[in-house]
């Protein structure tokens, strides 16, 4: 049997699709499957590809210059 998300745990998961956090970002720091995320958010599909695009660009900007500074 499936163990029961708590209304605890629900509510964090639901300030962090109010936020925006891609959906594996969710599914990875909260430990839920993406049907948990299916079933309680049905229409969230987190960032589109555009903007998950910007976000990998940024991160890896940012990555290069933290290299470069140290």
């Keep these: 049997m499936a163990a029961t998300i708590t209304p605890e745990r629900l509510a964090t998961i639901k300030q962090c699709v109010a936020d925006g956090w891609p959906l594996i ?14 079933r309680h958010f049905p229409d969230y599909r987190g960032l589109d590809n555009q903007e998950a695009a910007k976000l990998g660009a940024t991160a890896r900007r940012t990555t290069l210059a933290l290299r470069r500074a140290s």
């Design 25 to 38: 970002q969710i599914k990875r720091t909260h430990k839920v499957t993406w049907t948990t995320m299916r």
